[in-house]
């Protein structure tokens, strides 16, 4: 029985391809059950919260994959990404204040028909990030039709339009 798993998905970095492959079909497996355990906010709110998530899940489980890392230590330590951030998101639900310092907060960034170069300092972005946000969302060049411009937590600008 062990000789048959050491067959089909080797040992340590000499993998042939058949291990690779035996070895990227189990990963992918267990990847789905962790975004499963992950929660559905890790793909689905894409905030720097949620994406560190996901940049640390595909770089500990690809070493499974190529025999970077033991096998059995890699998985176990994408659980302990998971968990660690099913904690803190259980955490941001019930404290205002960690959820702020964890995610961030919204800014806005145009308003009454000006900038606001404060927030707009504070967040990195420019006037012309807010203009093309406008274009994309309102279909017009112009900002006569926009209430507001809040950058959300995700990074993404909504932009809100004025009352007809």
């Not at 990074?155 to 009352?163: A, M, Q, T």
């Amino acid at each position: 029985m062990m000789d048959a798993i050491f067959i089909l998905f080797g040992e340590g970095r000499n993998l042939d391809p058949l291990q690779m492959g035996m070895r990227s079909i189990i990963v992918f497996v267990i990847a789905l059950v962790l975004i499963r355990v992950s929660g559905r906010r890790s793909f689905g709110q894409r905030s720097p919260f949620d994406s560190v998530v996901v940049i640390l899940l595909g770089a500990t489980l690809s070493r499974a994959i190529v025999g970077a890392s033991p096998f059995i230590a890699t998985v176990l330590a994408s659980f302990m990404i998971v968990a660690c951030h099913r904690v803190l998101a259980w955490a941001c639900m019930r404290s205002r204040r960690f959820e702020r310092l964890v995610g961030g907060v919204e800014r806005e960034v145009f308003s009454n028909g000006r900038f606001n170069a404060r927030e707009m300092d504070a967040a990195l972005i420019s006037t012309t990030d807010v203009e093309e946000s406008v274009r994309q969302k309102t279909g017009s060049r112009s900002m006569d039709d926009v209430a507001a411009a809040i950058l959300e937590r995700n990074g993404e600008v909504s932009v809100i339009r004025k009352s007809a």
